[in-house]
């Protein structure tokens, strides 16, 4: 949603294009405002809530982001946030907004010139019951906030450092499993995780090498996730298993800085190559 979006506001994607990227993650998607002030800063329905399509959240975003002012640098007005417990970084402190980008793990905030901004956390619907639906529906909610977010992000470079040193230590804790009778291989598993999510397509805009972190980090994760005993692995002892998670713990850190790096590498191309673009 981030470098599609954003894709699109820089002139770099056709709204298909970004409805296309969506309905990859899910066929189908809604928008409501959590808040007033979100409402009136989007123009989604409030107190009635709607739930607006994918179009709708494609206007949601347009009009969040504001005019652009002639005497201001074309730059993204998106940004990506990915929480978990201990690093909050980008995330306004004590809103629900921040609770619920948390409890996600991850989330998007669209900033304006006039210094206004929302945040954006989707999450799948589920029924009264609270009953898991169908992965159909994804739901978007949009928060106000009470400023744009400043967000320091790694270097690119200094991420795909750190990134292949990190496949390094992983390949070696994933060597270092030792499998319960009638278990897979665990590269086999590895791969099985890669084919689940790789799916997504990136704007063709995008630095290769930004790519390629995002292809490396891709398969840190399928590692840590294998790994760490959510795929049917099963170690020999539960001293062996402490041990992997020792070992891959600190990877997860590696693979969200350097995800992060590669987004906000992607978006800005987006308005490199717009600047490119207009002085053709």
């Known amino acids: 949603m981030s470098v599609w979006s954003n894709a699109w506001l820089a002139g770099q994607a056709a709204p298909d294009d970004v409805l296309d990227a969506l309905n990859a993650w899910a066929p189908i998607h809604s928008v409501t405002a959590y808040d007033a002030v979100a409402a009136g800063r989007t123009g989604l329905p409030w107190p009635d809530v709607d739930n607006a399509g994918p179009m709708s959240l494609l206007q949601t975003v347009r009009t969040a982001t504001g005019p652009r002012r002639d005497d201001q640098p074309a730059r993204p007005s998106i940004s990506l946030a990915l929480p978990v417990p201990g690093d909050v970084r980008g995330l306004p402190v004590g809103t629900q907004f921040q609770i619920d980008a948390l409890d996600a793990g991850e989330s998007m905030i669209v900033s304006s010139p006039d210094g206004t901004a929302i945040g954006l956390v989707p999450a799948f619907e589920v029924d009264d019951d609270d009953a898991p639906l169908p992965r159909e529906t994804l739901l978007w909610s949009v928060y106000s906030l009470p400023n744009p977010p400043v967000v320091d992000y790694m270097d690119l470079g200094e991420a795909d450092y750190a990134l292949r040193s990190a496949v390094r230590s992983a390949a070696d804790t994933l060597d270092g499993l030792r499998l319960v009778a009638g278990t897979e291989d665990p590269r086999v598993l590895v791969e099985e995780v890669l084919q689940a999510t790789c799916h997504h397509g990136i704007p063709e805009h995008a630095p290769s090498r930004a790519v390629r972190v995002l292809s490396t980090a891709a398969h840190v994760d399928a590692i840590i996730t294998v790994s760490s005993g959510v795929a049917p692995i099963g170690t020999q002892s539960a001293s062996e298993a402490r041990i992997a998670d020792s070992a891959l713990r600190p990877l997860s ?17 987006a308005w490199r190559q717009s600047d490119d673009d207009a002085g053709r």
């Not at 969200?256 to 590498?265: F, T």
């Open 253 to 269: 850190s590696v693979v969200r800085a350097a995800r992060a790096a590669a987004v906000s590498a992607i978006l800005e191309s």
